[in-house]
């Protein structure tokens, strides 16, 4: 059955990367921030095939609660879009 | 080019989904036996029938309670860059109290107290639960700080001041969750053990007073930096040039 964890694995790793691509490629910073969250939530996803429920608890709280707070917070003291190449 | 990557976005969404729930409804990620390694732990461990709470607090107790530390110093960091006197504090409620109260939409409002009600809900039953079941303090604290942030970035810091959640009173509850972790790790010493020996506490004592504790020192420190960072630059700056003057 390991080949199956694996393959889920990979899928929910990859879907992880396009979002974090996608998220480096958005100007504007909000959306950039939610599209890091959905890989953040993939990831998290992905330690729960590694059977590791412990680090799925506290990476969802942190990377999607507490960070993109944070972020958000250090957004509003800056400029909402990325300008310039 | 925005509508069509919308759709992109979605039909991945959809397809994992797909994926993950055909695949938890057709082999179940947990497997039904205990690997060796993991049995070998749980004999050795005290009182907690669950590997990962025995590997951390029986073996690698040490780790975490540096980790508390790493966190204290953290919030204490914070706390000494963007401290007040009791008069600039005193300044920056007089400042505050003219600010426009701004309100969020009814539906998000009211989403956010049921939303925040399972979340507290989940979050203790995360840390009482922690030697029994995956979590922990830290997990069940980092949750509840993210009930906290809702209810600050919903209702404003307003409200949870005026429940009794100043700085004053979060600070004093995060160090007392502290004091309660050093407690539990310093009584195995008068008891003739070692620091942190906590099979010698009777039961489970040991393992929950330090999932409480740090459940209780990781929520209020968070909330505490959030009430300090909080506070409105233009404020914060005004009372920065004062002190400068």
Known sequence: MIEFHLTVLAIVVSFGFVFSYLAMKEHDLLKALALSSVQSTFFALGFYVLAAPDIVLAYLAIAVGAYTALMILAISKTERFEVGK | MGARRDVVVALLLLMAMAVLSYSAVASGFASGSLRPLGAEYLERAASTPEVV?????????????????????????????????????????????????????????????????????????????????????????????????????????????????????????????????????????????????????????????????????????????????????????????????
């Open chain 2, 53 to 245: 709470t025995a590997i951390v607090w029986n073996y690698r107790g040490f780790d975490t309670l540096f980790e508390t530390f790493v966190f204290f110093l953290a919030i204490a960091g914070t706390l000494s860059v963007l401290r007040l006197s009791s008069r600039q504090e005193r300044e920056v409620r007089r400042n505050e109290e003219r600010e426009p109260h701004r309100k969020m939409d009814e539906i998000v409002r009211v989403i956010t107290k049921l939303v925040v009600v399972a979340i507290v809900a989940v979050s203790a039953s995360i840390a009482i639960h922690g030697q029994l079941t995956p979590g922990g303090g830290f997990q069940a604290g980092s949750a509840m700080a993210v009930a906290s942030l809702l209810l600050f970035v919903v209702f404003s810091k307003f409200v949870l001041e005026r429940s009794g959640l100043t700085l004053r009173h979060t600070l004093t509850a995060y160090a007392a969750g502290l004091a309660v972790i050093l407690v539990t790790v310093f009584l195995p010493v008068l008891m003739g053990g070692h620091l942190l020996q906590i099979d010698l506490l009777p039961g489970e004592s040991g393992l929950l007073s330090l999932d409480v504790g740090e459940y209780t020192a990781v929520t209020f420190g968070f909330l505490s930096v959030f009430l300090v960072l909080g506070i409105s630059e233009w404020i914060f700056k005004g009372v920065l040039r004062e002190e400068v003057k």
